[in-house]
C-alpha cells in the first residue's frame, strides 16, 4: 500500500468535507439573515457561486464573496428561487395531507410524488446553470427542464445524490445544520460541471457553438 498516497487521498477528502460544512453554514447563515424567505434564493445562488469556484479550483475570501454575491444577486435570485420552492412546499404539504387520507386517494397521491420528483429533478440544474450561463432570466427553468429530459442518465445520477442525502438527513437529522445542505450544493455543482463541459463538447463535435 502506498501510504503517502492514501494520506494524500485522506487529507484532500477531510478538506472537500469542511469545505462542504462551511459552506453549509454561510447557506444557512445568509437564509436566516433574509428572514428564510428574502434570504433563501440570494443564499441560494451565492452558495452555488462559491461550489463553482470551488470546483474549479479558484482561491478565494469564502465569508467576503459569499456577501459580495449574496448582494448583487438579491432580487435575480429570488425570482429564480421563491416560485419553485412555494410550489414544492405546496406539492410537500399536499403530499403529506393525501397520505394522511389513506389508499383511497392513491392516484393523487402518486400524481404529486411524481410531480415532485420532475420538480427536483429539473430544480437540480437550475443553481448550476445559473452560476455557469449568462442567460435571460426566464430562460434557466426551462433549460434546465430541456437539459433534465435530454439527459435522462445525468438526472437519475442527480435524485439519486440527492435522495442519498436526504435519507442520511432524515436518518442522522443534526446533519441538515452542519452539513446537508453545503454538501448537495458542492455534489450538485460539481456533478453538473462535468455534464456541462459533456455537453459543451458534444455540441462543439457537432459545430454548434
Request: a positive charge.
Amino acid at each position: 500500500m502506498n501510504h503517502p498516497a492514501m494520506s494524500i487521498r485522506i487529507q484532500a477528502a477531510c478538506s472537500e468535507l469542511i469545505w462542504a460544512v462551511r459552506l453549509n453554514l454561510m447557506w444557512l447563515v445568509f437564509t436566516l439573515a433574509g428572514g428564510v424567505v428574502l434570504g433563501l434564493g440570494p443564499a441560494t445562488v451565492a452558495a452555488y457561486t462559491l461550489a463553482r469556484r470551488r470546483a474549479r479550483y479558484e482561491t478565494f475570501q469564502a465569508w467576503t464573496e459569499f456577501w459580495t454575491v449574496y448582494r448583487r444577486e438579491f432580487v435575480r435570485a429570488s425570482l429564480l428561487v421563491l416560485p419553485a420552492a412555494a410550489l414544492a412546499t405546496v406539492l410537500v404539504g399536499n403530499y403529506l395531507y393525501l397520505s394522511a387520507l389513506g389508499p383511497s386517494v392513491g392516484a393523487l397521491r402518486i400524481a404529486t410524488f411524481v410531480a415532485l420528483i420532475a420538480l427536483a429533478g429539473v430544480g437540480a440544474y437550475v443553481g448550476p446553470l445559473y452560476v455557469h450561463y449568462n442567460l435571460p432570466l426566464r430562460a434557466y427553468w426551462p433549460k434546465a427542464a430541456q437539459l433534465a429530459l435530454m439527459r435522462p442518465a445525468s438526472s437519475v445520477l442527480l435524485l439519486l445524490a440527492l435522495s442519498a442525502i436526504a435519507y442520511a438527513t432524515s436518518a442522522a437529522p443534526i446533519l441538515a445544520p452542519l452539513i446537508s445542505f453545503g454538501a448537495w450544493i458542492y455534489l450538485n455543482t460539481w456533478l453538473c460541471q462535468r455534464f456541462f463541459a459533456e455537453n459543451e463538447a458534444r455540441l462543439h463535435s457537432k459545430g454548434n457553438s
